[in-house]
């Protein structure tokens, strides 16, 4: 008897083993009361290269709001529905997995397509894509992180598309803000007498790191230490958890996941330590919304205020969150859906668009 319950046991779990690896993705439908809804996961040409769009929403009238995701390399597809339940009732909300990451990735991706030109031009792609699909001229764009610094080339480049340009985690400055960073986490360790993060912050120096990946990752890590990156969420579980039980990520995808990750990090760090948005673009042609986390130093906060405060727009607010770090979006969600959705009531002009 006891052999046998071991056997069902074992037979259970390779059962389960081969459901989260080899079932196909796909996103849940919504019920029957939704019956103007979209509900899609597909893979889409974008750039020559396969990659996968995410979209949902209970009503195909309302506005699109398109996610820029950060990293470069670090998708959301996985755990998205987690935080975006209520937007999904306000909007047609789209996930997109870029280039090289998560479920977009593939090693016929040539590494010298990972620039920041081709992901403008991906996301101008993905605009064009979704307009005509839901029959729209123009969408909400949400940049966080590497997301905002893409989000933001693409607002200057193709401003006739994007009703209104939400930043959260904004790149500001490439250098400055890594310095910023560096030395809030180097105060943090000696007000703590933390001795070995101490010798690994002078081991690699004050920014610019000279071997972007590996000094950024231990930087970083400290950082995470002192919650200056996530102060009430750990996506890296949400991305674990996502893959093992959601249904728009398979086991596999969490191989690309952490392929991706790998391949986009050393294809692209490195390559904004120029970057200056106060110098390059003083000025824009849509409504600029900034989202703040208060703890965050992964991108300081108190730069992108800076930014904010010498930023020339239509119209512009910059919006604290004062429990947050790194991702206000996740960390204080209902805050967020609430000022989403007063973006959306503010510059609606015509219905269905």
Same mark, same amino acid.
């Given at each position: 008897m006891k052999t046998k319950i071991i056997k069902i046991i074992i037979l259970t779990i390779l059962l389960s083993f081969l459901l989260i690896f080899f079932l196909p993705s796909r996103t849940p439908k919504y019920n029957r009361n939704y019956n103007n809804s979209i509900s899609e996961l597909n893979m889409v040409e974008i750039g020559g290269v396969e990659q996968s769009i995410l979209i949902r929403g209970t009503n195909k009238d309302n506005p699109i709001v398109l996610f820029l995701h950060g990293g470069p390399g670090y998708p959301q597809i996985s755990f998205a529905r987690k935080y975006q339940k209520k937007l999904e009732e306000e909007f047609i909300v789209v996930n997109w997995d870029q280039r090289g990451a998560g479920k977009s990735y593939s090693r016929d991706i040539p590494e010298h397509s990972m620039t920041r030109e081709q992901f403008v031009l991906d996301t101008n792609e993905v605009i064009d894509y979704l307009c005509k699909k839901l029959n729209k001229k123009s969408v909400y764009l949400v940049g966080h992180s590497w997301g905002s610094e893409l989000g933001l080339y693409v607002v200057d480049k193709y401003p006739e598309k994007i009703k209104a340009y939400i930043g959260i985690g904004q790149v500001v400055d490439g250098t400055i803000g890594e310095i910023i960073s560096y030395e809030y986490v180097y105060n943090q360790a000696k007000e703590n007498n933390d001795v070995k993060s101490i010798e690994i912050l002078d %081991? =690699?120096? =004050?920014? !610019? #790191?000279?071997?972007?990946? &590996?000094? @950024?990752?231990?930087? %970083?890590? $400290?950082?995470?230490? #002192?919650?200056?990156? *996530? &102060?009430?969420?750990? @996506?890296?579980? /949400? $991305?674990? =958890?996502? +893959? $093992?039980? +959601?249904?728009? #990520? @398979?086991?596999i995808d969490f191989i690309r996941f952490v392929m991706g990750n790998a391949f986009s990090a050393k294809a692209m760090w490195g390559q904004n330590s120029e970057l200056n948005f106060i110098k390059e673009l003083p000025k824009v042609k849509v409504p600029v919304y900034f989202c703040g986390g208060r703890y965050d130093y992964n991108t300081p906060s108190i730069l992108v205020e800076e930014y904010y405060n010498l930023l020339q727009a239509p119209y512009k607010?910059? =919006?604290?969150? *004062? /429990?947050?770090?790194?991702? !206000?979006q996740f960390e204080e969600v209902e805050k967020f859906t609430l000022l989403m959705v007063r973006i959306k009531n503010t510059h609606e002009k015509i219905k269905g668009d």
């Amino acid at each position: 008897m006891k052999t046998k319950i071991i056997k069902i046991i074992i037979l259970t779990i390779l059962l389960s083993f081969l459901l989260i690896f080899f079932l196909p993705s796909r996103t849940p439908k919504y019920n029957r009361n939704y019956n103007n809804s979209i509900s899609e996961l597909n893979m889409v040409e974008i750039g020559g290269v396969e990659q996968s769009i995410l979209i949902r929403g209970t009503n195909k009238d309302n506005p699109i709001v398109l996610f820029l995701h950060g990293g470069p390399g670090y998708p959301q597809i996985s755990f998205a529905r987690k935080y975006q339940k209520k937007l999904e009732e306000e909007f047609i909300v789209v996930n997109w997995d870029q280039r090289g990451a998560g479920k977009s990735y593939s090693r016929d991706i040539p590494e010298h397509s990972m620039t920041r030109e081709q992901f403008v031009l991906d996301t101008n792609e993905v605009i064009d894509y979704l307009c005509k699909k839901l029959n729209k001229k123009s969408v909400y764009l949400v940049g966080h992180s590497w997301g905002s610094e893409l989000g933001l080339y693409v607002v200057d480049k193709y401003p006739e598309k994007i009703k209104a340009y939400i930043g959260i985690g904004q790149v500001v400055d490439g250098t400055i803000g890594e310095i910023i960073s560096y030395e809030y986490v180097y105060n943090q360790a000696k007000e703590n007498n933390d001795v070995k993060s101490i010798e690994i912050l002078d %081991r =690699i120096g =004050i920014p !610019p #790191y000279s071997e972007a990946v &590996k000094e @950024t990752a231990a930087q %970083r890590k $400290i950082l995470s230490k #002192y919650h200056g990156v *996530e &102060k009430q969420v750990n @996506t890296l579980n /949400d $991305i674990i =958890i996502g +893959s $093992i039980f +959601s249904p728009e #990520y @398979t086991g596999i995808d969490f191989i690309r996941f952490v392929m991706g990750n790998a391949f986009s990090a050393k294809a692209m760090w490195g390559q904004n330590s120029e970057l200056n948005f106060i110098k390059e673009l003083p000025k824009v042609k849509v409504p600029v919304y900034f989202c703040g986390g208060r703890y965050d130093y992964n991108t300081p906060s108190i730069l992108v205020e800076e930014y904010y405060n010498l930023l020339q727009a239509p119209y512009k607010e910059f =919006i604290w969150f *004062e /429990d947050s770090a790194h991702f !206000p979006q996740f960390e204080e969600v209902e805050k967020f859906t609430l000022l989403m959705v007063r973006i959306k009531n503010t510059h609606e002009k015509i219905k269905g668009d």
